[in-house]
C-alpha cells in the first residue's frame, strides 16, 4: 500500500524559505510522478507542481513559478519542495501525493489515490 508523509513545515517570516520532504513506502518511487498541492484556510485544495518518473517538473500554479521547484531522490524514495520568497499567501497545509502514473497528467486533487497527511506551512511575520 503506498504511503507518503510530509516533513518540513512550520512557522517562516515573508522572503523566508523552507524546503519540505516527502517520503514514499509501498511502491518504486523511481516510476512515479508526485504532485504537490495545498490548501489553504477555507479555501479548496490546489495543485503547486508535480514531477515525473523522468525528473521533469510541471508547474500548475502560475504564482509559484520561479520561487518554488521540485526535486526527487530515488535511492531515498524522498521528494522535496524548495520553496523560496515565501509569501504570506502560501500559508497552507502542503501535501504530496500520486496517482500512480508515470507523469503529471492531472492538477486534480480528486485524481490522486494516494495522499500524506500534510505538514502547514506558515509565513507570517
Known amino acids: 500500500q503506498a504511503q507518503l508523509v510530509e516533513s518540513g513545515g512550520g512557522l517562516v517570516q515573508p522572503g523566508g524559505s523552507l524546503r519540505l520532504s516527502c517520503a514514499v513506502s509501498g511502491f518504486k518511487l523511481e516510476y512515479f510522478a508526485i504532485g504537490w498541492f495545498r490548501q489553504a484556510p477555507g479555501k479548496e485544495r490546489e495543485g503547486v507542481l508535480c514531477i515525473n518518473s523522468a525528473d521533469r517538473s510541471t508547474y500548475y500554479l502560475d504564482s509559484v513559478k520561479g520561487r518554488f521547484t521540485t526535486s526527487r531522490d530515488n535511492y531515498k524514495n524522498t521528494v522535496s519542495l524548495q520553496m523560496n520568497s515565501l509569501k504570506p499567501e502560501d500559508t497552507a497545509v502542503y501535501y504530496c501525493?500520486?496517482?500512480?502514473?508515470?507523469?503529471?497528467?492531472?492538477?486534480?486533487?480528486?485524481?490522486?489515490?494516494?495522499w500524506g497527511k500534510g505538514t502547514l506551512v506558515t509565513v507570517s511575520s
Open positions: 501525493a500520486t496517482d500512480l502514473v508515470a507523469d503529471c497528467d492531472d492538477d486534480d486533487p480528486g485524481a490522486m489515490d494516494d
